[in-house]
């Protein structure tokens, strides 16, 4: 995971602390993508090569997944670091790591619910790009796929280099589109 200021009143903190998780946020996408995959193979009772791979996994360059999780890793800070309630604290963060970690654990798993609802290939391009990792053309494709699907479902997040502070976003851009 790649910690930085991505909006104005980003948390680095809160970044560090995903950051110290970020092997169990990996293991709960790769998880999702396994349970989803295995599901989909049931319902159409066909396995493929993928399939096979899937059942072998028991390791992964993490770098193939990294920018799906430092994107929703974002989302989460954005939702947590602007929530109103939040400063109704005298603190800045009156949660502990452990709580934040839980609270950031919960947001992946029904942040992945919510994108799997909309994009039903989600789970196949996860376990293509972990399987197949760079310089494996399929590999590749899945990764590129996820870039755009992430583009498309937090538009928030893309930089504006052309106006304001570098490495900032514009919150008040349109929400996702499915």
Not at 88 to 115: G, I
Not at 146 to 154: D, F, G, Q
Request: hydrophobic share 35%; charged share 30%; proline share 4%.
């Amino acid at each position: 995971m790649i910690v930085g200021t991505e909006f104005q009143g980003d948390s680095i903190r809160i970044g560090m602390i995903q950051h110290d998780s970020y092997g169990e946020a990996l293991r709960i996408i790769i998880d999702f993508a396994i349970d989803k995959h295995r599901h989909a193979e049931r319902v159409v009772d066909v396995r493929t090569e993928l399939s096979d791979l899937r059942d072998e996994l028991n390791s992964f360059d993490h770098r193939t997944l990294q920018w799906l999780h430092d994107r929703m890793a974002v989302a989460f800070r954005m939702d947590y670091c602007l929530n109103a309630d939040l400063f109704t604290y005298s603190t800045p963060d009156p949660h502990t790591p452990a709580q934040t970690v839980s609270f950031w654990l919960d947001f992946l798993r029904k942040e992945l619910a919510r994108m799997f609802s909309h994009h039903l290939e989600l789970p196949r391009l996860i376990l293509t790009a972990a399987a197949y990792p760079n310089p494996d053309k399929r590999g590749m494709k899945a990764e590129d796929e996820i870039y755009e699907l992430t583009r498309r479902l937090y538009p928030e997040m893309e930089m504006n280099h052309s106006e304001g502070e570098k490495g900032t976003v514009d919150l008040y851009q349109s929400k996702p589109q499915y």
